[in-house]
């Protein structure tokens, strides 16, 4: 596993604007009906990574216009509750989602946008303008390195215990961590 110094990766110097894989309307990432985008590229690396395949900035294919508008249009389902950012590294593909997730809160200022990263919070917090900046257009952000030694297959959403379900909007506003008030695997004393 990997541990980056603060804005030692740079995700215009990283990532090739690809994406490894969309998918569209499934119940796994993330609370309610979603849509999914698996970014290409992590730095992390670590041991026991459900998806090893996303490491390579090169693997999948490229992000493009027309996808896009797919995503768009999946997400305009009144079924849909929103989109989750997975990869891969999403904090290391800034210079596509960061239009995706703007468009979303423009056209379609309902939907939730969650994102998994192997950046704590703490750490987020001293990274780059553009990850903080797709920091601050997320709802939810479930924050950590999977670490094997804590594994737990009980878990919400994630795959070791420390990591965290963060309610990332009133997190910026208090200034500290706020765990996500529908957490419901007992997890939260933990944190």
């Known amino acids: 596993m990997n541990n980056p110094k603060p804005q030692e990766w740079k995700a215009e110097e990283l990532s090739q604007g690809r994406i490894i894989d969309y998918k569209a309307f499934n119940f796994v990432d993330g ?8 970014v290409s590229g992590c730095m992390f690396h670590c041991e026991g990574c459900y998806n090893v395949a996303t490491w390579n900035f090169k693997a999948g294919i490229p992000y493009t216009p027309e996808l896009e508008e797919q995503i768009m249009a999946d997400l305009a389902q009144p079924y849909v509750q929103g989109l989750t950012l997975l990869g891969g590294e999403p904090f290391l593909n800034t ?6 997730v703007k468009r979303i809160r423009r056209e379609l200022p309902t939907k939730d946008i969650w994102s998994w990263t192997g950046y704590t919070w703490e750490e ?3 990274e780059t303008p ?15 390195r999977f670490d094997r030694t ?3 297959l009980m878990l919400q959403f994630r795959g070791s215990s420390n990591q965290r379900i963060i309610d990332v909007q009133k997190s910026l506003a208090q200034n500290k961590v706020i765990i996500w008030d529908k957490l419901n695997d007992g997890a939260a004393a933990e944190q």
Do not use: A, F, T
């Open 31 to 38: 609370e309610g009906v979603r849509c999914s985008l698996y």
């Open 95 to 100: 210079g596509i989602l960061l239009p995706l």
């Open 124 to 126: 987020m917090l001293l």
């Open 130 to 144: 553009d990850k903080l900046e797709l920091l601050s257009y997320l709802d939810i952000l479930v924050d950590g």
């Open 150 to 152: 804590k594994k737990n």
